[in-house]
């Protein structure tokens, strides 16, 4: 079965602290999410009041392709309010480390108790109930197995396991799905880890790998605290690194990403992994002479597969002969091996100096400064 997606920037990603989205930003974000064929999203969490329940309404009534879904608290009122939002399923979380049901001063009598009453509650009112493990990589494995099993006795649809605070390694999320599935093999399975030790994406990988096959992502890993894990992170690393495919459309990631950085005033670093707008671009010599022969040698995801054009090579400190070479060639600008060396210590001495790397332009105009006088049939290289 491939790796079932559901999308939260809506509703965890808006949850980063300062981000706010428009509804003509939620409409845009729901859009390109549906043109990356997403399966489903959850919109949002409807007991924020009547203008969140407008705007979850407004974008299931607009047809889009994916099926959606409220998240809610475990309580009656929760799941009323997100009975008018028009969403096909309803998420109803509770607290199931001792931790947490301590601060909200519940028990795991009470969860069983109310998790059974609320999935009936709900049940005439949506197509699907899933249930969520809050805090799940800090509870006590006899109880989340326990959790596990009644919420499937009880009909859910699927079970969330969230680590909430970013606690889990790849070693102890496999081991965390692996031991609930040793009981309960049939009931899917949803992993939402957050990235508070920089783990999320590849938590989310082993925990596909031991068994849980929906994976809750946002894109560029928007969410409280450090985020989440980033859905154009997972599905590469999965395709990429572990030759399972899934539905998305990964062409569409690059804009999908840039908008969501551009609205939720994120900027993205340029080196965040698959995204960044540095991560198909090279400076070292010893790179570039062999990926002008062919860009898989030392580049692992082809821009086209993102949705970018291939980058140009950067001109550096670390750069070597064969980048000048190219430059010069695509210039039309004469040259011996004797010009390039020379011109490539000059190089390497003005980023030392600028602390940068140098622009084609600024490779040019060197050229020009060094050798204009020896060489009679240089062309208007600016033209």
Known sequence: MNPYFIDTTLRDGEQSPGVVFSLPEKIRIAAL???????????????????????IRTICEMGFGFKTLSWCRATKNDIRAASHAGTNGVHVSFPVSPILMKAMEKDSTWVIQQMQQLIEFAYPMFDYVTIGAQDAARAETSFLKEFVCAASAF????????????ILNPITTFDMVSSIRSV???LPLEIHAHNDLGMATANTLAAYMAGANCLSTTVNGLGERAGNAAMEEVALALEL????????????????????????????NESKPVTGSLVLTHESGVHTNCLLKDRNTYQLIPAAKIGKQEQKFLIGKHSGKATIMHYLSEANLPYTDEDCLSLLERVKECADALKRAITKEEL?????????????????YKS
């Open 184 to 186: 309960e093999k049939d």
């Open 155 to 166: 009909g859910a649809a699927r079970v969330r396991l969230a680590d909430t605070v970013g």
């Open 33 to 55: 999410l549906d043109g990356a064929h997403i399966p489903e999203i959850e919109i949002g969490t409807p007991a924020m009041g009547e203008a969140e329940v407008t705007d």
């Open 241 to 268: 690194s572990a030759g399972i495919s899934s539905t998305l459309r990964t062409e569409s990631f690059s804009e999908l990403s840039d908008f969501v950085a551009k609205v939720s005033n994120r900027p993205l």
């Open 364 to 380: 040019l105009d060197i050229y020009l400064e060094l050798y204009s006088n020896q060489h009679h049939s240089i062309v208007n």
